[in-house]
């Protein structure tokens, strides 16, 4: 079953090419895993999937069996269809009450099974504990052979299965479903578990809460599919590494970044702190937006650089938008001298103001003595201009108080310091005293 493990992992539409080239002349083979291809490709809503007859596939003997291995703990009700490479059923579980779904490995998965990495795996995706994870609850191996696991009932639906009822869906829901399937997926992926199954029927919906199922069970269930018999399972293999190669790792943390950019990119579209045209300061960029995406932002810097930041850096900073309102403040400082008449510069300072017919009458501009620094007296003046005309008044106003200044006889100070020194009689006609 090695060529189905391998099939599996490739995109849908390049499957069935694969397993004709990867099959031969070998017509049986061929068909069989064709077979556990559509079976794993129907798997597309179990815990919503009608009830199948008890007299098919062998299901008394398996419930069973699979009774048996349970013991008194579970109490198993009915069959789920849609198991796609495992069969599915609801169970109680009799000393808590609660209702669990029990997965059951079905006997052609099961020949050559490495029993210890598959329960290596299960032990790594049990060991996860997130909000918007399905936990693993339990994980056996019947005396028999039969190896099963448990997780809990999602009473909800899948996202496979809104998909088909509403088709497509509010921008808002698909930015929380997405930014909680990223952060499950992140945390995973931080804890060294890769998914390897992501898809809508996996993704489920309880009453506005998103949990993703079937984490590390995917995995497992292609090892007992045939991945045994790839190298990382022979004497050389990590197990420290629990069963994740170099390729799956540096892979699951690239998705990690790719999906919180993604997640942050949906943020950004739904609340919309700022568009294109818009010029903003946020992740350590300042400039004009040029083009915004699900995964990154584009901006054109004040001296014609473009820059390309990862909407997880834009989202997670401080985002200014200084073109978001029609109007902006203005604020500017100027320094006098301490011999200067304090009176006459603010005079001048409302004069300059006043005359220049971009500064907004409401609100009123400000001008104040604020600070008595070391070598200036500092004014502050802030006026309200429309923001495309906030640069041109900024320069225009400081440009004529300097020549107002210069005109009137006002100094404008630099920063310096006075020194006094006592000279001691007699020292420079004796330089030995």
């Known amino acids: 079953m090695a060529v189905f493990a391998d099939a599996v992992e490739r995109p849908p539409a390049e ?18 895993v064709e077979s556990l291809l559509a079976a794993h490709e129907g798997d597309t809503d179990f815990l919503e999937a009608p009830l199948i007859r008890a007299a098919d596939r062998d299901t008394p003997d398996l419930v069973e069996r699979l009774q048996a291995a349970l013991g008194t703990a579970y109490r198993i009700e009915r069959e789920l269809t849609g198991g796609g490479m495992s069969r599915v059923f609801v169970a ?28 290596r795996e299960t032990r790594m995706a049990a060991s996860l504990r997130h909000p918007h994870i399905v936990p693993l609850l339990v994980a056996g191996q019947s005396e028999d052979g039969l190896v099963y696991f448990t997780m809990p009932l999602i009473e909800g639906e899948s996202l496979q299965r809104r998909l088909e009822r509403e088709g497509r869906l509010p921008l808002a829901d698909v930015v929380a479903i997405v930014r909680e399937v990223a952060d499950a997926l992140a945390y995973a992926h931080a804890n060294g578990v890769v998914h390897r199954d992501v ?24 090892l007992a599919a045939g991945e045994h018999e790839r190298p990382e399972d022979g004497p050389l293999a ?25 997640a942050a990119g949906g943020m950004i579209l739904a609340y919309q702190p700022y568009d294109v045209g818009d010029v903003i300061e946020a992740g350590g960029a300042m400039g004009t937006v040029r083009k915004m995406s699900l995964v990154s932002t584009t901006i054109l810097t004040v001296d014609n650089e473009t820059l390309i930041v990862p909407n997880k850096k834009m989202w997670g900073d401080v985002i200014r938008n200084k073109t978001a ?4 403040r203005v604020d500017m400082t100027f320094g006098v001298g301490y011999e200067d008449d304090i009176v006459k510069v603010e005079r001048l300072l409302q004069e300059i103001v006043v005359a220049d017919e971009r500064v907004l009458k409401e609100p009123a501009p400000v001008i104040k003595l604020n600070q008595l620094a070391d070598s200036s007296v500092n004014f502050v003046v802030r006026v309200w201009a429309l923001q495309q005309q906030y640069w041109d008044v900024y320069w225009d106003i400081t440009r004529a108080v300097k020549l107002r200044f ?15 020194v006592n000279m001691m009689r007699g020292s420079l006609d004796d330089p030995a005293k």
């Open 238 to 262: 990590n197990d420290t590494a629990a069963g994740l190669t170099i390729a799956g790792f540096v892979l699951g943390f690239a998705l990690q970044d790719t999906l919180s950019n993604f």
């Open 325 to 328: 309102q029609s109007q902006r």
């Open 406 to 420: 210069d005109a009137e006889g006002i100094k404008i100070p630099y920063p310096q310091r006075e020194l006094h």
């Open 15 to 32: 499957r069935l090419p694969f397993v004709a080239e990867a099959c031969g002349s070998d017509p049986e083979l061929r068909a069989e």
């Open 199 to 222: 898809k809508p029927a996996n993704v489920l919906i309880d009453g506005g809460h998103v949990v993703v199922a079937d984490f590390g069970v995917a995995k497992a269930l292609a």
């Open 92 to 119: 109680e579980e009799t000393r808590l009450g609660r209702r669990v779904v029990v997965k059951v490995l079905p006997p052609e998965f099961r020949a050559g099974l490495s029993i210890e990495r598959f329960h």
